[in-house]
């Protein structure tokens, strides 16, 4: 297969015990996309520093209008590649098969994504139970406010909420029964 960048022959090979095809001039990496989950549960690698500052800076929303002109073709079926901000706001713009062939990766992205997605899931489990905690909250707020609108509209009402209330109730319970 051709590199999308360069043109040269990629190359087989093996990265996190998946096979990859890589071009040995412009250091691009072509995935089936099957394959990018595996890598991404991996957490084989040991990035640079350096690399992990970087792509952790860089990371926002959007893709550059030079990554959206510049049309990459699909090494498997020839068609022009869409780029693609990986996971939305990783600032890794990568390079997608319309056919869902695979993906391109220029230099350094695929470590990239790897660092980013290892990021994300570390600052989740490290803090999913204090977001649980402010989901939970945020439902009992919520339960609360419907439960005063409630007693408004029941005090509105008068009387005629009594049986309103009881004929719910019915609904409710023949609903269990069933």
């Known amino acids: 297969m051709p590199c999308p960048r360069c043109k040269t022959e990629l190359v087989s090979k093996t990265y996190e015990n998946v096979q990859i095809d890589s071009c040995n001039r412009c250091n691009g990496t072509w995935l089936a996309a099957s394959n990018l989950r595996p890598i991404l549960d991996a957490h084989d690698m040991n990035f640079a520093p350096a ?27 020839s068609r022009a590649m869409n780029a693609l901000n990986y996971d939305y706001s990783s600032g890794v713009i990568v390079n997608v098969c319309p056919n869902g062939d695979g993906i391109w990766f220029d230099k350094d992205e695929l470590a990239e994504v790897q660092i980013f997605m290892e990021h994300w899931n570390a600052e989740e489990s490290k803090n999913k139970a204090k977001w649980d905690g402010l989901a939970k ?8 406010e419907l439960d005063k609108e409630d007693a408004e509209i029941q005090k509105d009402l008068g009387p005629i909420s009594r049986t309103l209330d009881a004929v719910f109730y019915q609904f409710k319970k023949w609903g269990r029964e069933k």
């Open 51 to 77: 690399l992990i500052d970087k792509t952790l800076k860089e990371a926002h929303t959007g893709i550059p209008k030079a990554e959206v002109e510049t049309l990459l073709s699909c090494p498997k079926c």
């Open 137 to 144: 909250q945020a439902e009992l707020d919520e339960y609360s």
